[in-house]
């Protein structure tokens, strides 16, 4: 089970910290992602990192502005997101998967997602 948390409304520029914790699976196996859904839009890849070096990858429309981590102890995933501007406005979905890490960026990998939480950024 994934709990997302954080969300809310900010203006163009501001920033937002996303929690979502991890509970009923081994959160120290999993890599963990962020996907994103705007109103209309199919839901898309932001972030992803592994589950045991650290490692990240990012959307481009998201590079040097999102920062992705995790707390293993914690059993939590962050997504810090800053400069942010209307295109970000979304529902955003924390998900766990045990896939290899080429397949990271796919939504069909995951088989673990949080209820989403939304981001709205006004201009």
């Known amino acids: 089970q994934l709990q997302a948390s954080g969300g809310g409304l900010v203006q163009t520029g501001g920033s937002l910290r996303l929690s979502c914790i991890a509970s009923?699976?081994?959160?120290?196996?999993?890599?963990m992602a962020w996907f994103r859904q705007a109103p209309g839009k199919e839901r898309t890849f932001v972030a992803a990192?592994?589950?045991?070096?650290?490692?990240?990858v990012y959307a481009d429309s998201v590079k040097g502005r999102f920062t992705i981590s995790r707390d293993n102890t914690k059993r939590t995933v962050y997504l810090q997101l800053n400069t942010l501007g209307p295109a970000d406005t979304a529902v955003y979905y924390c998900?766990?998967?045990?896939?290899?890490?080429?397949?990271?960026?796919?939504?069909?990998?995951?088989?673990?997602w949080g209820q989403g939480t939304q981001v709205t950024v006004s201009s």
């Open positions: 998900a766990a998967t045990s896939t290899v890490w080429s397949g990271v960026s796919f939504s069909e990998s995951y088989g673990y």
């Open positions: 009923g699976f081994n959160f120290r196996s999993y890599n």
């Open positions: 990192i592994h589950r045991s070096s650290g490692g990240t």
